[in-house]
């Protein structure tokens, strides 16, 4: 499958971003997808991944500093996976990334879009 990130951009702190990720070329229905950041200098993190699916909606995991103000969803009819991102904060300053893995919340994740820019100004 192929991703393509969208969305990203220059914000001020406590405003909102979405960001997209357009999928192609696989069963996009049947992928866990998640998105992932990076910050000058640090590690690529975990930021929040979302279930194929479900009968009451798909799982949904957020990492701590995130919940409450980032959520994540998916419209299988579109092949497209969101990041809603609220109260941006200048630590969320990073290269958010996509990513997609058919096996688990947890990866391995062997599909990865380009990435897109998250700039937040205090």
């Known amino acids: 499958v192929q991703l393509q990130a969208s969305g990203g951009g220059l914000v001020q702190a406590g405003g909102s971003l979405r960001l997209s990720c357009a999928a192609s070329?696989?069963?996009?229905?049947?992928?866990?997808m998640g998105w992932f950041r990076q910050a000058p200098g640090k590690e690529r993190e975990f930021v929040a991944t979302?279930?194929?699916?479900?009968?009451?909606?798909?799982?949904?995991r957020v990492t701590d500093t995130a919940k409450g103000r980032f959520t994540i969803s998916r419209d299988n009819g579109e092949n497209t996976v969101y990041l809603q991102m609220n109260s941006l904060k200048p630590a969320d300053t990073a290269v958010y990334y996509c990513?997609?893995?058919?096996?688990?919340?947890?990866?391995?994740?062997?599909?990865w879009g380009q990435g897109t820019q998250v700039t937040v100004s205090s």
């Open positions: 979302i279930a194929p699916g479900g009968s009451s909606g798909p799982i949904t």
């Open positions: 990513a997609a893995s058919d096996v688990s919340h947890y990866g391995p994740w062997r599909h």
């Open positions: 070329g696989g069963t996009f229905s049947s992928y866990y």
